[in-house]
DNA sequence: TCGATTCAGTCAATCACGTTGACGACTCAT
DNA sequence: ATGAGTCGTCAACGTGATTGACTGAATCGA
């Protein structure tokens, strides 16, 4: 007698729900492979830095987050040797963060697991429903917010 | 010269993209209507009250949360008058949450602001895929999860 | 019926993680 | 050169979660 039915579940509690599944099992694969003490930005930010160099600034605007932010959550990487930092060549005001060797480790540990998941999702649900979703939702919220994919829900 | 391409965007971040839209649009148009100092979670325990009284350890479960935290929402929702909470008849340890009228009036705009907003997000994406989107992610992660919709994002 | 156990909820301490505001270092246009 | 704007940090703080210890109520077995 679960009266809940498909129809009026609010999307923003679905997209939760999805997600929660999704970074739990994340984090259920990285633990199975030796990473502890891992946070839920972390996936997120390596991410960003696998497709080039970051600032601090870009890298909190990424995330949505302050660059106060963003500055911990670099120090805290870094203190774990998956990212490193240096002055910007010409820019003295700027720090450019990339990802160490150790780093490139674990984002591939990441988009396997990742991978993984979504492979099992995609057959229990039909694979063309699963890429229908994905790539309806990114180019609509892209377009929605403007040219970028917005950042990952602040949920103040 | 945005290097995401749509199909290696990991799901999660989609999901938490569109949520945060969501949950942004949800206390964009609270504010606008009168409701100020709204906890993202108010939404989701208001959703489930209108299912009827729970307990305060339900509640707990249904949010993902420990019965403490779940305990303060209550709290702080009772001392903003949308819920009321007595004991239960029959069983001394338990108390019964459930809402007050003003807590049915948040509800109703609750349930307004998100329909605004979904029917937005229908006309823009397509009105049938939004509500495929919808109906095959919550049978799959009802299934996925035994029985129920699984909680909303802990994102420890 | 009584004792042990389990269950609902609270109290207290703590932690994770974000915020704002003030600031110094640097860049850049005038 | 100087004044304005940008990048990142420091410090103080708030919110919302956690864990652990606890109280009181209910339940269950002998």
Partial sequence: MNAEHAHNVP???IFLSAAGML???LHRGLTARGW???RHSWGFVMGRLSAGPTSVNELAT???VSKQAASKTIEHMEAHGLVHVAPHPDDGRRKMVDMTSEGERFLR???EIYSEIE???AEQMGPGD???IRSSLVTFLTDLNGGTLPPPAPLK
Same sequence: chains 1, 2.
């Fill in 11 to 13: 999307l923003a509690r």
């Fill in 23 to 25: 970074v739990d099992g």
């Fill in 36 to 38: 502890d003490d891992v």
């Fill in 62 to 64: 990424f995330l949505g």
């Fill in 109 to 111: 540990d990441v988009q």
């Fill in 119 to 121: 492979a099992s999702w």
């Fill in 130 to 132: 699963l890429e229908l």
